[in-house]
């Protein structure tokens, strides 16, 4: 394609291909401190195009393909090229990764233990991991949390974090404006800014960590924590993982490890102060 990028997120290779420059250079800044490789062969294939030569002047409709598409997909319009870029990295991997079994999780680290927070859109798992990962917490990352099915371990894909409608302004008021992408208003996902990770994030993006503690948390009503069963549980990351059913017994085998040596608990909370106080004191429990 007329213009091109190779990042790389964790294990995962990507190589991103636009008709327009201007998706690529967004792409640029926000990975501008993850590893590039041209030599090594993509993981995963991105690319964004005009379905008609015309579009990419007239009224220009980015198209997202690649190596697994979604054909009835609606394109969107070039204001959200990075929009498009993002959701086609994130197709690819879901549709198409086998090495580990993948949770839509977001994933913070401490001492060499993860701790992993999995829920529907809207429960403030990434909220949460970007305030962790801006204390003493690393950021693995916001949108999925890759188990190896071999030793257990959590990996990290450290992708910049999308921050959406409410959960903007809290973050941005604790970093630096230069770790912050454009606003994307009115998107289909709502008001969309993505954070970078920070520089030891990235650098450490290939160092695994110990599951230790998984959170289901809610965000709204009163505080609460509710422990949870490894059943519960169980069901739950199986309508989590994208790959569950591709990878068979490997997938199974790995997840009921997983439910059987992590401490499962739901969590409610009101505002991102108190989901952060449930954290820490759910974590110094599974410390001991």
Do not use: C
């Not at 949770?103 to 962790?132: C, D, N, P, Q, Y």
């Not at 003493?136 to 071999?150: A, H, K």
Request: proline share 8%; hydrophobic share 50%.
């Amino acid at each position: 394609m007329r213009h091109s990028i190779r990042i790389a997120v964790g294990p995962v290779q990507f190589r991103i291909g636009s008709d327009w420059p201007e998706p690529i250079a967004a792409l640029a800044r926000l990975y501008a401190g993850y590893p590039h490789d041209e030599a090594r062969p993509a993981d995963a294939t991105v690319r964004l195009f005009a379905a008609r030569p015309w579009r990419r002047w007239m009224r220009p409709s980015v198209h997202i393909g690649g190596d697994f598409v979604v054909p009835d997909a609606l394109p969107l319009p070039l204001s959200m090229g990075l929009l498009a870029a993002e959701m086609g990295m994130n197709l690819q991997v879901a549709l198409g990764w086998r090495r580990h079994m993948l949770l839509h999780a977001s994933a913070v680290a401490r001492g060499g233990r993860a701790l992993i927070m999995s829920g529907e859109s809207g429960s403030g798992k990434s909220t949460l991991a970007a305030l962790l990962g801006e204390a003493d917490w690393r950021l693995m990352g916001d949108e999925f949390t890759l188990i190896d099915p071999v030793s257990g371990d959590a990996l990290a894909f450290p992708r910049a974090v999308s921050l959406k409608n409410e959960a903007i302004a809290p973050v941005a008021a604790q970093v630096d404006a230069a770790r912050l992408g454009l606003l994307m208003a009115g998107t289909p996902k709502g008001d969309i800014r993505h954070l970078i990770p920070r520089p030891e994030a990235i650098a450490a993006m290939h160092e695994p960590a110990r599951p230790a503690l998984l959170l289901f948390p809610r965000f709204g009503g009163e505080a609460a924590i509710e422990p949870m069963g490894e059943g519960e549980a169980f069901v739950r990351l199986t309508e989590a993982s994208t790959n569950y059913v591709a990878l068979g017994e490997v997938g199974y085998a790995a997840l009921t490890r997983f439910v059987r040596e992590t401490p499962a608990f739901g969590i409610s909370y009101p505002d991102s102060a108190t989901g952060i106080a449930l954290v820490e004191q759910l974590w110094a429990g599974a410390a001991k």
